[in-house]
């Protein structure tokens, strides 16, 4: 009997896959960079955030190929004498999380809010809907900055589980939007279709009917959708630390790092904030390109 994978890997979706020379390309930097986050402890050469390694006379190191440089540190260093290579593992792995929790946060909301207005109607759906486009009417950044701003004012001394959750209330508090208006429109589609209509002859309840009949049938928008948002909400996680209203400071993110190197830009040092918004430029274009391959091959007219 075959494996999951290996029959994944003979459908049509992985036939597609296989013969994508740039998707199985960016398949592999989004797992190498996933692996190094969630194993930093033991990728990473150097533990960036352990005070008692760090020495300040290895401030601002060139990167090892250089004449100045350090074998011991790759990358260089940055102004507290931080490994830049271990602080791009562990500043990624805080990036990863942040933006995939958002990212399932805003599909659970949305997926919920739009089967509901798709397949109830009324003034249910004109409810919802007008509640996304009073969203839609905000930038999201300026949203992003609101809540996390507002969340520090209120807890200034609280844990970092609380302030990661506050990041990622106000990532998500704009990005639920696009994927109830998706999935409302897939929704007021299937439900005129006569497999819905058979379930509500037959007695099944409606709720039933939206989960086991409606929702896979418009998950595969969802799917491209969410695959593209993780990207956005990375950068947007980035966006929030670089203006200093993101992950807490003892746990630097890439956004983070990026607006520490900015100080160091036009001084020579140009390794602090190079390194790190090429690893967040990679890692976008990495799960964006998987997100435009996705969106191929889920539909037929565009293969």
């Not at 949203?143 to 990041?167: D, K, T, Y």
Request: hydrophobic share 55%.
């Amino acid at each position: 009997m075959k494996t999951t994978l290996a029959r994944w890997f003979d459908s049509d979706i992985g036939y597609s896959f296989r013969t994508s020379p740039m998707a199985i390309l960016a398949a592999v930097i989004a797992l190498i960079c996933v692996f190094c986050s969630v194993f930093a402890g033991w990728v990473a050469p150097h533990n960036p955030f352990d005070l008692a390694t760090l020495e300040l006379s290895d401030a601002r190191l060139p990167p090892a190929w250089s004449a100045e440089g350090s074998s011991k540190y790759l990358l260089g260093t940055d102004d507290q004498g931080r490994d830049i290579l271990s602080a791009l593992i562990y500043g990624a792995r805080i990036s990863l999380v942040v933006g995939l929790a958002s990212v399932v946060l805003s599909v659970v909301v949305g997926v919920a809010f739009g089967l509901l207005a798709g397949f109830r109607g009324g003034w249910i759906d004109a409810v919802l809907m007008r509640l996304c486009d009073v969203m839609l009417s905000f930038p999201a950044i300026l949203v992003a900055l609101l809540i996390a701003g507002v969340g520090r004012a209120l807890f200034p001394n609280a844990h970092e589980s609380l302030a990661f959750g506050v990041l990622i209330l106000s990532i998500s508090l704009t990005g639920w939007v696009q994927y109830a208006r998706t999935v409302r429109g897939s929704t007021l589609v299937e439900r005129n279709k006569e497999y819905v209509q058979a379930a509500r002859v037959t007695g099944v309840a409606p709720l039933r009917i939206m989960r086991k009949h409606v929702l896979p049938n418009v998950m595969g928008p969802v799917m491209v959708l969410a695959t593209i948002q993780v990207a956005t909400a990375i950068i947007t996680e980035a966006t929030l630390s670089f203006l200093g209203v993101g992950a807490p400071p003892t746990s630097p993110s890439l956004g983070t790092l990026i607006r520490i190197g900015n100080d160091y830009l036009f001084s020579g040092e140009w390794w602090i904030t190079v390194f790190p918004g090429a690893m967040l430029v990679l890692i976008a274009l990495s799960v964006n390109l998987l997100g435009d391959w996705l969106r191929d091959a889920l539909n037929p007219r565009l293969r």
